[in-house]
């Protein structure tokens, strides 16, 4: 077996030298920069967008979670009219279990479950039933969106202010100060956050 000669032995010292200098830059100095660049511009959102309550971490704005009514200490699954509700999630909202349905437009179990949701919305907030919005019968590819549509909001309120015995202006006005613009004036649509909506909603009693 030949050796390695001179000038192949410093050509791979050398590609080793090239190595070792890009995994330090974008392995290590890079990842920390904007680390820490993150964390001085946007810490909330650095450290995941946390929801504090007393000094607890409860929930992330950026992950929905279900507002169910709670019976005997456990979860009956079904909503709890007290909390602004989220869009419909194939996986119950668990991180697990991320995804859509995969259903296409046209596809029967699709239209099954969309006039399912649009009687339940119906009743529930009393509402007709082509008011019902579109988001309040749709999931969103992740399973996880915190957002819902300034019009689900509002459709929400007169249920929310009754069950919790507050004026409507008031649970209103909770609503308007929660509406997200567009990013940039352009990108996106304007949403609301559930998750940060009814954190919000919990102070105002």
Known sequence: MARPSGRSLRQHLAAFRVLLVLTLVTGVAYPLAVTGVAHVAFPSQADGSLVDDNGRVVASG??????????????????????????????????????????????????????????KVSGFDHLAPHDVPTDALTASASGLDPDISPAYAFAQVDRVARTRGLSTATVRALVAEHVQRRSLGFLGQEHVNVVLLNHALAGAG
Do not use: C, H, M
């Open 62 to 119: 950026l992950i929905g979670q279900e507002f169910t009514l709670v019976e005997n200490g456990e979860a009956t699954g079904r909503p709890d009219p007290k909390w602004f509700q989220p869009r419909p999630s194939v996986g119950s909202y668990d991180p697990t279990s991320s995804g859509a349905s995969n259903l296409g437009p046209n596809d029967p179990r699709l239209v099954a479950r969309v006039k399912q949701r649009r009687a």
